[in-house]
Nanobody, 124 residues
């Protein structure tokens, strides 16, 4: 079993930055990949970025490439999402997820493990 706990969300002004953290525990993660997703009110959950634990290769949805950066610390079993130049449309609940594959996927159904989510609100 895998447990994921997100933190770091909050209220920020337009143009500001936040760093989300995801603490992972449970089964070994050497062959896992991690993803960050977000879900805005009334919208579907969508892929933001992913990272492979073993290679630290990163993957991004085009919409956030350049503003958001995913990283991981294997020793601490932590995954981070650095979000810069935030916009009101970035307001959403952000979720950390783990897939049994070594390569991240943009498909929600490939992630059996999810955190509880952390709210990010960007004020105009």
């Amino acid at each position: 079993q895998v447990q994921l706990v997100e933190s770091g969300g909050g209220l920020v002004q337009t143009g500001g930055s936040l760093r989300l953290s995801c603490a992972a525990s449970g089964r070994t993660f050497s062959s896992y990949a991690m993803g960050w997703f977000r879900q805005a009110s009334g919208k579907e959950r969508e892929f933001v970025a992913g990272i492979s634990w073993s290679t630290l290769d990163t993957y991004y949805a085009d919409s956030w490439k350049g503003r958001f950066t995913i990283s991981a610390d294997n020793a601490k079993k932590m995954v981070y999402l650095q979000m810069n130049s935030l916009k009101p449309e970035d307001t959403a609940v952000y979720y950390c997820a783990a897939t049994g594959s070594s390569i991240p996927s943009y498909r929600i159904r490939h992630y059996p493990y999810w955190g509880q989510g952390t709210q990010v609100t960007v004020s105009s």
